[in-house]
């Protein structure tokens, strides 16, 4: 029993006789960040990371939007003369009086010159593509603002015309008609033309008509 209390004794007076390590020279001690604005930063990408998700778990058809309507197929059947099957223009989705006018046009399979261009691959004629960029422009042109009567109007001229992609059943092509210049005695339309499917030019020219009036 001596002998172990003896051992115990020395024991605990080693451990009293130890030096304390000393403190390491040369580590400098930098501020810590606060521990209150870690949680705030997962917070923050916590709702960032839900918005993608939400984003993700969206439908297809609901992240769209459709195109504005300006003037619907019954203002433009108003305005312009063609009708079934020549009208070529469906919605007028922006315009400003006296300077330009952009309209669509929805290509269906269902268009009556399919059957014939192309049976196996169905493209919208170049020409039809023309056609239908000057009955937007003729919206521009028989609007009171240009001077025009609302009365019937003709093609007078096309120059520098360029179709640069093809344009298929499906496609909503989508075009734009600027007024250039316009001499109103005689009753012509000078206009710049450019015609887009999923934003690429696909057809653009220059464009001449004048009043059936003029």
């Known amino acids: 029993m001596e002998t172990a209390a003896a051992v115990s004794v020395s024991r605990s007076a080693c451990r009293t006789a130890l030096p304390s390590p000393a403190p390491r020279q040369g580590r400098v001690a930098f501020p810590r960040r606060p521990l209150s604005a870690a949680p705030s930063h997962r917070l923050v990408a916590r709702r960032a990371a839900a918005d993608d998700n939400?984003?993700?778990e969206l439908p297809i058809e609901k992240r769209f939007a459709a195109f504005p309507t300006v003037m619907d197929i019954n203002q433009i059947r108003e305005i312009l003369p063609h009708?079934?099957?020549f009208l070529l223009v469906d919605r007028v989705i922006e315009y400003k009086a006296g300077e330009y006018a952009v309209a669509i046009k929805n290509v269906t399979i269902n268009d009556n010159f399919f059957p014939g261009h192309?049976?196996?691959?169905?493209?919208?004629p170049g020409v039809l593509m023309v056609e239908a960029m000057?009955?937007?422009g003729g919206i521009v042109m028989l609007q009171p603002e240009v001077g025009?009567?609302?009365d019937n109007f003709?093609?007078?001229g096309v120059d520098k015309v360029r179709f640069r992609k093809p344009v298929i059943a499906g496609d909503t092509l989508v075009m734009r008609m600027t007024l250039t210049k316009y001499q109103k005695r005689f009753g012509l339309a000078k206009?710049?033309?450019k015609a887009y499917v999923g934003g690429d030019v696909v057809c653009e020219g220059e464009f001449l008509l004048i009043s059936a009036t003029g």
Do not use: D, L, Y
């Open 134 to 136: 000057a009955q937007v």
């Open 148 to 150: 025009g009567s609302q």
């Open 191 to 193: 206009m710049e033309g």
């Open 83 to 85: 009708r079934f099957p």
């Open 54 to 56: 939400a984003e993700e």
């Open 154 to 156: 003709f093609f007078a």
């Open 118 to 124: 192309f049976p196996e691959r169905p493209i919208m």
